[in-house]
């Protein structure tokens, strides 16, 4: 699922539209995922600096790009259920390229809505290992950020834990992008 070609460092490319906004600037932070999953989630910045996948094939399109993850469990009494959480932050060089490439990708969301100006799309993935994957796309101006709260418990951990991080992350983006 992941794989070495990714890195957690903002790569951007020549354009002089991007050096006022950069892509590592619009990932949450540690302070704000662990705000906005509550305090009964213990988390930490993983080192992992991968992501891969069709997050490889989006990425290539972008002209700025970084990623993130956060690993840990959520506590509710004596039991503790696993999480991960990554975000990844891509700005384009043009609105345009930005709005095709959310078509594309939020084309098979089973919600679609906008969050203080920013549109978003919501899936959930099951995998045959019982881990279930929330996804957020979120798309304004030139950018599109991509987060996923992956679990085992389902009972612990749920879609309304991914709708906190989303408005979270769509009130950094409005902040972000006037």
């Not at 990714?6 to 990932?27: G, I």
């Not at 799309?121 to 996923?148: K, P």
Request: with cysteine; net charge negative; proline share 2%.
């Amino acid at each position: 699922r992941y794989n070495a070609r990714m890195s957690n460092e903002s790569k951007p490319r020549s354009n002089s539209d991007t050096a006022e906004l950069r892509a590592d600037h619009l990932l949450l932070t540690l302070e704000e995922v662990q705000e906005a999953m509550g305090p009964a989630a213990h988390l930490e910045q993983s080192s992992v600096r991968t992501s891969g996948g069709m997050g490889e094939m989006i990425r290539s399109a972008a002209a700025d790009s970084s990623f993130r993850r956060f690993n840990g469990h959520v506590q509710h009494g004596n039991h503790a259920a696993p999480v991960a959480i990554s975000a990844m932050a891509l700005l384009f060089d043009s609105c345009d390229t930005a709005s095709r490439t959310y078509a594309q990708v939020a084309e098979a969301a089973h919600l679609r809505t906008q969050i203080s100006g920013t549109d978003v799309a919501v899936e959930t993935v099951s995998s045959q290992r019982d881990v279930v994957s929330y996804w957020g796309f979120l798309y304004r101006h030139r950018v599109i950020l991509v987060l996923t709260l992956d679990t085992l418990d389902v009972q612990q951990v749920s879609i309304g834990d991914l709708r906190s991080l989303v408005l979270t992350a769509a009130d950094k983006m409005e902040n972000a992008i006037r």
